[in-house]
């Protein structure tokens, strides 16, 4: 089975982790300037893709998920978050609309979780969830569709993309760029812990469109302004351990989401959820006792166009 880098000129050397991931191609720090100038694409595996089809497809899909997929056209795209009973996320795929299917693309390591989500609520309706691996996705950033390539056409598709001057990078850029952007990962850092709201996913959720599974709550912590989170980008000195919880005041300050050893300077960062009171520039501390200082934070309220 082919990989990436079976496409990709020799001076791009994939860095492997002892789980396969690949961390960087040569140079992470090139990486990440490649991300933030949006000349940049993430391979991230081939099992990503559900293919829905049926007539009741689109009906079903809008019925139980937080975005509004009916108004995508054909051809388009459109981001579609599925949250539980309790508001909580089960992923925020990406869903491409054709004529006759859909084609989901999860977020990494989430496709037999969403196809089982989609299967339960699947009774009468005409529709069939087909997980398929011959589609190649290519994440931009957090927040972009990604490239999706079908297999026969990834080795002209990807001598294109680098040919324009579009570099392939690694986890270690891809994870510090989306705490930059204040952006959750789709399946890395996207899930049940965390509503929609907090994480950033306001502007995907369908306030207007009526009922869907968990709309109660994500209504009403919209409603009663009651989300108590956002993402927020902080910086200390060591990298702090997945759910790590930091302090402020002796009160509980932000959950750490992600954090890693900077690529362009000295320190580390986090991606962290922090609570709705402090500010950019707050001081927050670690369990050892070690200062993070909340650099940037994304607005409590709707996002600005």
């Not at 991931?21 to 081939?46: K, V």
């Not at 954090?259 to 369990?287: F, I, K, N």
Request: proline fraction near 6%; charged fraction near 30%.
């Amino acid at each position: 089975m082919p990989k990436l880098d079976d496409f990709l000129p020799a001076r791009f050397s994939p860095h492997e982790d002892e789980e396969g991931r690949i961390l960087h191609y040569g140079n992470p720090r090139q990486e990440l300037q490649a991300l933030r100038e949006s000349r940049a694409f993430r391979y991230a595996g081939r099992d990503r893709a559900l293919m829905v089809t049926g007539a009741d497809r689109i009906q079903l899909l809008q019925r139980i998920s937080a975005g509004d997929l009916a108004a995508t056209r054909e051809g388009g795209i459109c981001p579609l978050p599925f949250t539980d009973a309790k508001g909580r996320i089960v992923d925020a795929p990406w869903v491409l609309v054709w004529p006759d299917e859909l084609l989901v693309v999860c977020g990494v390591g989430r496709r037999t979780r969403l196809q089982s989500w989609i299967e339960q609520y699947t009774i009468l309706e005409d529709v069939v969830c087909d997980p398929q691996d011959h589609w190649w996705v290519l994440d931009r950033s957090a927040d972009a569709p990604p490239f999706i390539l079908a297999e026969h056409e990834v080795s002209e598709e990807i001598a294109e993309l680098v040919d324009e001057g579009i570099h392939p990078v690694g986890e270690l850029a891809f994870a510090q760029h989306s705490a930059e952007s204040l952006r959750l990962r789709p399946g890395l850092d996207l899930d049940e812990r965390f509503n929609p709201l907090e994480a950033g996913l306001r502007r995907d959720i369908a306030f207007d469109k009526g009922c869907y599974i968990g709309q109660e709550v994500v209504a009403r912590l919209e409603n009663y302004d009651k989300v108590r989170r956002r993402p927020a980008l902080l910086r200390g000195a060591q990298p702090l351990a997945r759910d790590a919880e930091l302090s402020h005041g002796g009160k509980r300050g932000a959950q750490v989401v992600h954090s890693a050893t900077r690529l362009d300077a000295e320190g580390a960062y986090a991606l962290g959820l922090l609570e709705r009171e402090l500010q950019e520039g707050a001081v927050l501390r670690s369990e050892d006792g070690a200062e993070w200082t909340v650099v940037e934070a994304a607005p409590l309220g709707p996002e600005k166009p």
